[in-house]
């Protein structure tokens, strides 16, 4: 049975509705959050779709559908980074190469979720989207993922949750802690936003403990956040070297 041959009208007509979206770059988060809903039911209902192929989508349309998270990708990646303190976020280094420093740890690189969220696109008969419309699916994820929040199983104990940090050159979905040297992260994408305070300070961090919100301004996707989230760091703290 192909993949189409499980969705009912009113599901197609969606999906073609929030695909056409996509394509024509003219969503925001609430879109998102929407379309997941939508593809998390199909994949889990699909005999021809692995899970596994499609964990990360199946991450964020649970993260959408349960807010309270007490398994999953994230949650197994808090656990695991929770562990090895020691392998924090290092300001001083080069971001690119901070993907799987923590053992069982598996961030989400941008070029990772592409292959994925087209590979599904092409299981329902849609078009390929290009990597710049995959990065603004991204960064309305993480706004959605924002303040979510991970509990251990079988308590009601919080052991993590995370947030958003934007800095010049990346936007970070992280795992949260009081020291903002251990922040670690789980998923980035590049800064293309046009955030104007960068303009004059390439060592600004916008620390986004309160949500934000992608919105859509003239044609474009931007964010807006709290300006209680804007920190100045010292240099040397947060060198690109």
């Known amino acids: 049975m192909e993949v189409t041959d499980i969705l009912d009208a009113k599901e197609k007509q969606l999906l073609d509705f929030y695909h056409g979206k996509l394509k024509n770059a003219d969503f925001d988060e609430k879109d998102i959050l929407i379309f997941f809903i939508l593809v998390?039911?199909?994949?889990?209902?699909?005999?021809?779709?692995?899970?596994?192929?499609?964990?990360?989508?199946?991450e964020i349309g649970d993260l959408v559908a349960h807010r309270e998270r007490k398994q999953g990708k994230i949650y197994a990646n808090l656990k695991a980074l929770s562990s090895h303190i020691k392998d924090c976020l290092d300001p001083t280094k080069n971001l690119n190469n901070l993907y799987g420093k923590v053992q069982n740890f598996n961030g989400l690189t941008l070029e990772q979720f592409a292959i994925m969220l087209n590979s599904l696109?092409?299981?329902?008969?849609?078009?390929?989207?290009?990597?710049?419309?995959?990065?603004?699916?991204?960064?309305?994820?993480?706004?959605?993922?924002?303040?979510?929040?991970?509990?251990?199983?079988?308590?009601?104990?919080?052991?993590?949750?995370?947030?958003?940090?934007?800095?010049?050159?990346?936007?970070?979905?992280?795992?949260?802690?009081?020291?903002?040297?251990?922040?670690r992260i789980i998923s980035k994408i590049p800064n293309v936003y046009g955030i104007s305070e960068f303009d004059n300070d390439d060592f600004l961090v916008i620390h986004c403990s309160n949500p934000i919100t992608i919105i859509r301004n003239n044609g474009k996707l931007a964010i807006e956040y709290c300006d209680q989230d804007v920190i100045k760091r010292r240099e040397k703290e947060y060198a690109n070297e």
Request: one cysteine or more.
């Open 40 to 58: 998390r039911d199909v994949i889990k209902r699909s005999n021809s779709l692995s899970n596994a192929d499609y964990d990360w989508i199946l």
């Open 121 to 183: 696109l092409k299981a329902l008969c849609y078009s390929h989207l290009e990597k710049s419309i995959v990065a603004d699916i991204l960064l309305c994820v993480f706004s959605i993922a924002n303040r979510s929040r991970y509990i251990e199983e079988g308590s009601r104990q919080n052991f993590g949750k995370v947030i958003v940090i934007i800095i010049k050159d990346y936007i970070i979905l992280a795992s949260d802690d009081s020291n903002p040297i251990q922040h």
